[in-house]
């Protein structure tokens, strides 16, 4: 395949790639978070903006003008409900209506304020471009595609009023110029900002996971565990699900960093990691502790059901070797392993939790290490 032809494959990936994150639930919520503030101060400058022009009015037509002060008034107050939609959530379904629906009202009573005004469609022709020039910022908040759909709908909505008989001389000659010059940079804009949004987003995920991750397991880190962990907890316990919570130490962990050095210890530590991944499910969260020490939480899982998931995992990492060509071994490792369970009627505390397992692994420990043993219901193993 010529290396022009993969270009464009890979050209033709990464916009689909695009196309489909900045249309994804996590995107967008990112968006309307970023931009919520934004959003509303944008209509209200609008909304301001709009009710300012009946200077531009009396300026044209004094003696007509006072005619279509409440058309103004109506233009300020469609905008403002859009703001008051949008609110507290600017995805909001009544705030997407009021994103394609208050524009087109907008423009249905300029025109006819034009057709009201002395030599209005003459003067006013260049008041379209306002449409152009205001809805990009308005609607940095909406899906890219819902952005684009508006926008060409403004476009499209005077000549569709026209045809329908409601028409005011306007040249329309003049108003193709005027928007077929205009929508196509605001669409290359709009296309170039949600780009740039798109690789800020991505960016920012990427520090984010490195912020929660453990650079030598890639499990999730102490930190993140922390806080994850307790916005699960805390939701099991309001909805009266059991939660269980697993306490792995891997058993003379330091003799292996002490006869074989760091190096090899890494090595085990990301086997090891590796088979009590491969016994988990995508709903349990499993961290790095500390050194050779993990916590994993296991939702809707009683104290039964989290001995027999513990005793997979013991065996998982017991039954296959850490196998180092570099230093010619087969280490095999084994865990001790503490469990706590909470139930509904207890307060969601995860602290008591770890404490509860941390105490349960010690008494594997000194139970000759390599088993599994669960904190009974008053913390005491």
């Excluded at 968006?31 to 944008?42: L, M, N």
């Excluded at 059991?242 to 190096?263: E, M, P, Q, W």
């Excluded at 307060?347 to 105490?359: F, G, H, Q, V």
Aim: charged share 20%; net charge neutral.
């Amino acid at each position: 395949m010529a290396e022009q032809d993969v270009r464009l494959i890979d050209a033709i990936r990464n916009a689909r790639t695009f196309l489909k994150t900045v249309h994804g639930n996590d995107y967008l919520a990112a968006k309307a978070s970023d931009f919520a503030a934004f959003t509303r101060g944008a209509l209200l400058v609008t909304a301001v903006f709009v009710l300012s022009t009946i200077v531009w009015d009396f300026t044209i037509d004094a003696v007509n003008a006072p005619r279509v002060i409440w058309l103004r008034c109506l233009q300020s107050a469609l905008v403002l409900m859009w703001a008051l939609a949008s609110w507290r959530n600017v995805h909001a379904p009544m705030a997407r209506v009021l994103a394609v629906l208050g524009p087109m009202a907008v423009e249905a009573t300029f025109v006819h304020i034009l057709g009201v005004l002395d030599q209005g469609a003459a003067y006013g022709m260049g008041g379209f471009l306002y449409f152009f020039i205001f809805m990009p910022f308005l609607t940095l908040a909406q899906p890219l595609a819902f952005s684009v759909v508006v926008l060409f709908g403004i476009a499209v909505f005077p000549p569709l009023l026209h045809l329908a008989g409601w028409s005011v001389g306007i040249e329309w000659r003049i108003y193709f110029a005027y928007i077929g010059l205009v929508i196509g940079p605001v669409m290359l804009i709009l296309l170039l900002f949600e780009y740039l949004y798109w690789t800020v987003f991505r960016y920012r995920r990427q520090v984010e996971a490195q912020a929660g991750t453990d650079g030598l397991t890639a499990v999730a880190n102490r930190r993140y565990f922390l806080t994850e962990a307790t916005a699960r907890l805390r939701l099991q316990s309001e909805q009266g699900r059991a939660t269980s919570l697993l306490f792995i130490d891997i058993d003379r962990f330091k003799a292996i960093n002490d006869l074989h050095g760091h190096v090899l210890g890494d090595q085990v530590l990301t086997h090891v990691v590796g088979r009590l991944r491969h016994v988990l499910g995508d709903r349990d969260l499993i961290a790095r502790y500390g050194g050779e020490e993990f916590v994993v939480l296991l939702p809707d899982t009683d104290v039964e059901d989290a001995r027999v998931v513990a005793e997979r995992m013991r065996h998982a990492v017991k039954s296959a070797a850490c196998r180092s060509d570099a230093y010619e071994l087969d280490i095999v490792s084994t865990v001790s392993v503490g469990v706590a369970t909470h139930r509904a009627d207890q307060p969601a505390d995860l602290d008591r939790l770890i404490a509860e397992a941390d105490r349960a692994v010690y008494t594997a420990k000194r139970a000759g290490r390599d088993c599994v043993v669960a904190a009974d219901r008053s913390g005491r193993s």
